[in-house]
């Protein structure tokens, strides 16, 4: 069974920085993709950024491309997201989540049912 356990989530000024990590367990780290996502009140869950954990190939939004990076390290079975510049805007609840195929290209609204295991979410607050 896959777990996913994240941390680092907070509250944070305009332009500070975070750095939240989702652990993972219970499976091999290959040929697998792995992301994050977010949530804010009244909106649909949207894609943040993803990493296929066998390439390394990363996707953005375009929300957050060049403030945001997202890495993994395969040996620790961790995900990491650093996000600076931090704006109001990205305040929401961040999901942690995995895919058992291949990473889709992009991160559309529908690219939510690739991801069959989800972390239980940190809020980030920027004021």
């Known amino acids: 069974q896959v777990q996913l356990v994240e941390s680092g989530g907070g509250s944070v000024q305009a332009g500070g920085s975070l750095r939240p990590s989702c652990a993972a367990s219970?499976?091999?780290?290959?040929?697998?993709?792995m992301a994050w996502f977010r949530q804010a009140p009244g909106k649909e869950r949207e894609g943040v950024a993803r990493i296929a954990t066998g390439s390394g190939n990363t996707y953005y939004a375009d929300s957050v491309k060049g403030r945001f990076t997202i890495s993994r390290d395969s040996r620790k079975k961790e995900l990491y997201l650093q996000m600076n510049t931090l704006q109001p805007e990205d305040t929401a609840i961040y999901y942690c989540a995995a895919s058992d195929g291949f990473c889709p290209a992009v991160l559309s609204p529908s690219s939510r049912v690739k991801f069959g295991y989800w972390g239980q979410g940190t809020q980030v607050t920027v004021s």
């Open positions: 219970g499976y091999t780290y290959n040929r697998n993709c």
